[in-house]
């Protein structure tokens, strides 16, 4: 299973970016995903998870109101649309799948529920 982002970049504050990220090898219909990020000396840190059809979210209190986690099953393609960034949200973003779950459950704000992640893509926000 691989796990491929991309949509980030160089954004200037109040700015917005869409991340995607496509997974081959298997399908994710099945697997709750997530997003987290890890910023500069920082550890990895959650931003959001997702249901197995887009019917429930988790989000951090810090991304609450600007950032939206959306699924396309059909693309085994997940999205973070970011919007109104600030500085404090550089970082590399990384996705996340857990081949064993596809209901959300508190434990999907930690990292080990996870199976695979992928290689990550650095958002900068500049003030």
């Known amino acids: 299973v691989q796990l491929q982002a991309s949509g980030g970049g160089l954004v200037q504050a109040g700015g917005s970016l869409r991340l995607s990220c496509a997974a081959s090898?298997?399908?994710?219909?099945?697997?709750?995903m997530a997003w987290f990020r890890r910023a500069p000396g920082k550890e990895r840190e959650f931003v959001s998870a997702?249901?197995?059809?887009?019917?429930?979210?988790y989000g951090a209190d810090s991304v609450k109101g600007r950032f939206t986690f959306s699924r396309d099953n059909a693309k085994n393609t997940v999205y973070l649309q970011m919007n109104s960034l600030a500085p404090e949200d550089t970082a590399v973003y990384y996705c996340?799948?857990?081949?064993?779950?596809?209901?959300?459950?508190?434990?999907?704000?930690?990292?080990?529920?996870?199976?695979?992640w992928g290689q990550g893509t650095l958002v900068t926000v500049s003030s």
């Open positions: 996340a799948l857990d081949q064993d779950r596809d209901v959300l459950a508190p434990s999907h704000r930690r990292t080990w529920p996870y199976d695979y």
């Open positions: 997702i249901s197995w059809n887009g019917g429930s979210t």
């Open positions: 090898g298997r399908t994710i219909s099945s697997c709750v």
